[in-house]
């Protein structure tokens, strides 16, 4: 039976969400691009929704999967940042302040794509991307529920195309990210043997982003640059090498994959959580001490609560949930509120199922 997990995979979460860390907590020049490690997590996002849709029963199935994969550790980071910035407003910078009603918001908004268009702040800086998800996932949604799952590649390229020809480039969107989704799905694609459709999409995407380059396209989030071109091309053979030769890396990489296995909690707890406690703990810019707790002490501390996370809350939620969110009705009325549930044999049927290597 296939591991639930890819090994390759993971690996790039984690030097996607190192990269990240780095950039926010180490100010060195050569990590001054470490926004490009949320790029790297949207073509691996691209690439697992493809084999996500793919084996989803339905286009709301699809979309309770994303729901039980995000919400849990969602709402419990988002609750650690939120009273810890209520417990020491002194330590939050400054514009970054929360409230307790935004904090509840954001759970509806993100989902959502904020429907009622209220104005709230983000939990922790981080969040953005979350934005971009989302929006990624509600267009595959809508054309899963149009019965146009087997052209969600072919779509996803065409309304990009579209909406990159019809937006001023001083109005920056989503759009802007979707090259490195259609990257990754079409990867996804490539690993079941459509080659033609595959490098299609890989065509697209570079193209598309060499546009945004060649017209200047503003984007405050991930200034577009050579860089980030560069990015999208190595991301994407990264990918395609992680999937494809999975099962020829050495045992030590499991160590860098475990990274990857908490790389959604960490990610949503580090940033705002971690300035705090810098400016707790008095930890300045400069100096070779202060630099190893920023790149080692803190990351590692960080690391400590997304591990807490993950297995006291969201592996054991993800899937109850995930049913639950799918089908209410036929969840309550199963064995499990009997204690016949038999989660291991639950866990084997749906790896089953599935058959890919996608969490």
Not at 198 to 213: C, E, F, K, Q, S
Not at 296 to 315: D, H, K, Q, S, T
């Amino acid at each position: 039976m296939k591991s639930e997990r890819s090994t390759g995979i993971d690996c790039l979460r984690a030097i996607a969400v190192i990269w990240v860390l780095l950039y926010h907590f180490v100010p060195l020049p050569i990590f001054n691009r470490g926004t490009f490690g949320v790029l790297l997590f949207f073509i691996i996002s691209g690439y697992c929704i493809a084999f996500s849709a793919e084996s989803s029963r339905s286009a709301w199935h699809f979309y309770a999967k994303r729901l039980g994969r995000l919400l849990p550790a969602l709402i419990v980071c988002g609750f650690l940042t939120t009273l810890f910035k209520t417990l020491a407003p002194e330590l939050v910078e400054a514009g970054r302040d929360l409230k307790w009603i935004h904090y509840a918001y954001t759970i509806i908004a993100l989902p959502t794509l904020n429907v009622l268009q209220v104005n709230y702040n983000l939990p922790d800086g981080a969040y953005w991307s979350l934005q971009i998800e989302f929006q990624f996932y509600i267009f595959c949604f809508l054309m899963m529920t149009l019965g146009l799952r087997e052209r969600l590649l072919a779509l996803i390229c065409a309304v990009t195309i579209f909406r990159t020809l019809t937006t001023s480039t001083d109005y920056y969107t989503s759009n802007d990210f979707f090259p490195f989704f259609i990257a990754g799905m079409s990867i996804a694609a490539l690993m079941r043997g459509r080659t033609r459709e595959a490098l299609t999409g890989i065509l697209v995407a570079v193209a598309i982003d060499l546009y945004h380059l060649k017209f200047h396209f503003r984007q405050p989030s991930v200034p577009i640059e050579m860089y980030r071109s560069l990015l999208l091309w190595v991301g994407t053979a990264a990918v395609y090498l992680a999937a494809r030769y999975d099962h020829l890396l050495p045992r030590p990489f499991r160590a860098l994959a475990f990274i990857g296995v908490i790389s959604y909690p960490l990610y949503l707890i580090h940033q705002d959580v971690g300035m705090m406690i810098l400016r707790w703990a008095q930890i300045g810019r400069e100096g070779a001490g202060n630099l190893l707790v920023r790149a080692i002490v803190l990351p590692a501390f960080l690391g400590l609560i997304a591990w807490i996370v993950y297995l006291a809350i969201e592996r054991p939620t993800i899937k109850p949930l995930t049913a639950f969110l799918t089908n209410p009705r036929a969840w309550l009325r199963q064995p499990r509120l009997a204690g016949l549930w038999n989660p291991e044999a639950e866990r084997e049927a749906d790896v089953a199922r599935q058959n890919s290597a996608i969490p």
